[in-house]
């Protein structure tokens, strides 16, 4: 049996095959102005490096924030679902999950069995979400793998005020120009993303064991000031932009098996 | 339809459906029209006693602002044009959508009914939210006519409190609180006569009092025939129901509506006819909905589950006790008590308890009230999850809304929150609600 699972980001396509329930493949593909074209694309430039065709496929399932335009799935599924079920595969004693992406932020809350108990997503705004840290990098004039560099060195804590990401960029500019060293406003982006974030996760209570998927999640910076935030350390697991994209794969199984 | 749902039992439309919106449209032209037989115009909040201004006259006709102000957030291009010129005067933003869609319509001079603007001969406005306080004393101020402006001040505490050894709350009205409010409604009753020119009848007011502690426990005891699985009713209906206990509860027309159609939905329940036949989940919402998208409530159909109502829709204007072991039920009327009316003080202290008694006038004095009613809704009509709404256009009832949700999740109830506003529609991202409402169906099992 080969199931797809297809997370269509803000910012990027993320696709995941399994065979048998093992993962077999994984691609990713930016997302341009062209969202279909877009998302046909990745799926078939990692089936197409993988060695598969697309009539072996059993089933497919697209999650993520623009799921419908996936018109070659056989259905959609929320994004939620699809992290929380990709998660317990990989680590079923996780309760709480971070999930930070370009444009969205959520924590979701499980119950040990997989269930979703409780969930809460970023309203609107994108200052708790990975388009920000990009936003402010590019107000530095630094690449973000500086950025975070330049960050996790950083020993003083400043704090950035505007709950907006223009704002937080005029505060930033602000204080470059107070001469303020880069490493401490790297650290203060990190920090105010931080904040957010873990006063939107705090609506589900968070509760260890917890883990952070999502594209940020590979932001060692922004994971050092969530954990001083929050007070704890995290779970971490590999490939953690492909969590929702595995977690559909695994839903399509799932669908295929009731069947 | 989103799935393939087995249709599980019988539907269909609401017979006096089409009476309740002739009602509602009648109401707003008698009172536009009020001036043409010599009638008097008069606005005010709907959380408050109409029957006091009927004593006045039976060609007296009041225009309340919040459901108004509602009327305007479902014309949304209307909408629009009032809340730009409210904020072209300098109103700001952040202040209640209702306020700045009635302002707004005001300073257009524009009824969302058709025609300029009616304005009232007066004012009078319970207050106790802390924005509305200020409302009128605004529309009379854009109007620049020096027409008078009354205000009862209603914050006396709250009426339930906690019982920490049961969980539960309890009636426990405060009589000096309540002497309080019924000396002011006689002494701006004493001022109103003197300003209209008009002798007050008791007999009047006795009669449309009676139609007030009608109409603010009939609709209580039609939303508890909503408990029946399957739901009689469904929100978005209700909502176009429960609004003429907030136009006007002295209303005797009003009266004889809701009793035609407690009769139809207790039949409903009879026949098990059902608001949406594919019902395999309810959920229940709290507060105002954001009014230029009720199609959110339509959304939830698409997976075979019922919004059986809200907090909003089953107390806004009504009357509700709470009984001994801790359970919602239809506040009594002074009749249903025994009680008989005779004297306008007896009265005027009735209604006042009425009034204060009201669940959502608690939520400004205690909101812990809010989070443990929800609860209750939520066991007692046999809801699989709640909607909350972080309303941005309110901030009266969405006081607490946050520890209300951490209160409801902290008892094992399933919540979903989304932002919005009720009455201004920049604050109201649907294409991310509908997806967050996905997400909960799809936690609630409903694949």
Redesign the interface.
Known sequence: MITVGVDVGAKKVKVVVLKDNQIVAKGSGLMEMDREKSIRDAFEDTLKTNGFKEKEIDYILATGAGAKSAVFAAKDTTLVTSIARGVHAIDPSIITIIDIGANDAMAIKCDGTGKVVDFAVNEKCAAGAGSFVEAMARAMEVSLEDFVTASLQSTKSIPINAQCVIFAESEVVSLIHEETARNDICRAVHDAMAGRISSMARRVRVEAPVTVTGGVAYNEGMLDSLKKELGMDFVRMENPEYIAAYGAALLAVDTLQKA | MQFDLEIKYPSEPLKCWAKGKELRDKYYQDYASAHDSGGIRWSGGAAGLESVMAGFGRDVYPLTGEPYGASIAFDRPFAAKCQAAAEEAGYPRDVCAYMRNYWGSKLLNSFAFGGAFPEPDLYWQFHSCCSHGKWYQEAARIEGKGRPVFVTDCAIGPYFKFNEKTGNYYAAPNENGIRYVVNQLHSHIEKIEKYLGRPYQDELLFEAADNQFANMTIWPEIFMLNKAIPAPLDQKSMFSLYVLGALNKASADFRAFYNELKDEVQDRVNRGIAAVPTERARVMDDIQPPWGFLKIFRHLENYGCVCIGSYYSASLMFAWDITEDGMLVPKKTPKQRGIEIKDRDTCLWHLADFLLSNLWFNNMQDNGLKAWGMKKMYEQWHCDGIMIH?NRGCEGLSMGV?EQ??YL??H?I????F?GNMGDAREF?EA?TI??I??FM??LGL?
């Open positions: 972080y946050a949700r951490l999740a902290e094992g399933p919540v979903m929150s932002e991202d991310e997806k967050r996905d997400t799809e936690t694949k």
